[in-house]
């Protein structure tokens, strides 16, 4: 298999779906830790002759998601899938499939003024 393919994280197989879940605690940590190092290192490099540099507020787990891959033999729904799961989701679990172990969070409303504006070409459609 192709090292840089994106596998199942159940069976290893290559993915063929994919969803979102919020990160862990640990997960979002690192991405704290990661944003502390990036503000120290430009704070560093930082001319003294010049104001300091502005940083805008922490990062919020909220804006914050990770994938998750799975084979066709793993998936879940598709209409969980298009869905944002907790951290703590179990999918792919074979004991859950084809749904999973939490509760995703709700789809967001459409937005009508995207809705009525979008057009697709006409060879796109058909």
């Known amino acids: ?3 840089f393919a994106l596998a199942c994280r159940l069976c290893g197989q290559a993915a063929a ?21 990036r503000r120290d290192q430009a704070a560093l490099l930082a001319d003294p002759a010049l ?7 922490v990062p919020d787990p909220a804006h914050y998601t990770a994938p998750v891959y799975a084979c066709p033999a793993h998936a879940i729904t598709l209409d969980a899938a298009a869905r944002i ?5 179990t999918a792919p679990a074979a004991a859950d ?21 979008a057009a697709l070409p006409g060879h796109w459609t058909t």
Do not use: Y
């Open 97 to 117: 499939l084809p749904g999973c172990g939490c509760t995703p969070e709700p789809a967001p409303s459409p937005d009508p003024e995207v809705a009525a504006t």
């Open 17 to 37: 779906v994919q969803w979102q879940r919020r990160l862990t605690p640990g997960e979002f940590e690192a991405v704290l830790a990661a944003e502390q190092a």
């Open 1 to 3: 298999m192709d090292p």
């Open 51 to 57: 104001h300091p540099p502005a940083f805008g507020p």
């Open 85 to 89: 799961h907790q951290a703590t989701c």
